[in-house]
């Protein structure tokens, strides 16, 4: 999985990365109600210009990303300064309110995400095999404390279709997070020329004694 990911940053083949904010960031995350000032997790975060969308909407930004190519592309976009330290097996880059940190998501533990108040997922889940989502899915709610609130992006495909970006039916998304999380089902964009629809969701961590 490591080496499939930094073959595609390497060769360029990154049709997943839009050159804009997604829309549905856009659309949706003023109403979720996510405090100012609240630290924003976007987990597999390549080099999305969602972070920056979140930077400027005053939300300081930790991204996870395990190919130091989409690191440097994304830094490479601002002439903003960035200082780089090491922590716990990762190499972190800031600049500005955005943290960059290279290294494996599920080796990021609650101390390192001590701060996080919400998290952002538009390109983590649907990055993963099957086999390995319920893992995806178990590590965020570990990392994301008791009314942490984020914005989820689901890919299904018209017909067989392969991945990544994977296909993540509507009751697997349900079955992943609703035992840590509520959720709910925002939106469902029609198919593209590719047959991907795109389904958002909005995910509230439940306490531990919320049923």
């Known amino acids: 999985m490591t080496d499939l990911w930094r073959a595609r940053w390497q060769e360029g083949r990154i049709g997943f990365h839009l050159p804009q904010p997604h829309p549905a960031l856009i659309h949706y995350w003023p109403s979720l109600g996510v405090p100012d000032h609240a630290k924003v997790l976007v987990p597999l975060c390549g080099k ?22 989409a690191i440097e592309q994304f830094l490479a976009q601002s002439s903003a300064p960035v200082s780089r330290y090491q922590q716990a097996g990762f190499s972190i880059s800031r600049q500005g309110n955005i943290e960059l940190w290279c290294g494996d998501f599920f080796h990021l533990h609650i101390q390192q995400a001590s701060e996080i108040g919400a998290f952002y997922d538009r390109a983590a889940l649907i990055a993963l095999p099957e086999a390995t989502r319920q893992r995806y899915a178990f590590h965020l709610a570990q990392l994301t404390p008791p009314g942490a609130k984020g914005l989820l992006v689901s890919v299904s495909h018209q017909g067989e279709g392969g991945g990544p970006p994977y296909s993540v039916p509507h009751q697997e998304v349900e079955a992943l997070f609703m035992p840590n999380f509520r959720v709910s089902r925002l939106e469902e964009v029609e198919p593209d020329e590719r047959g991907l629809s795109e389904t958002v969701w909005h995910l509230v961590r439940r306490g531990p004694l919320e049923p």
Do not use: S
Request: proline residues 9%; without cysteine; glycine residues 4%.
């Open 48 to 69: 999305t210009l969602d972070m920056r969308w979140l930077a400027e909407a005053r939300h300081p930004v930790l991204g996870v990303e395990l190919a130091p190519e």
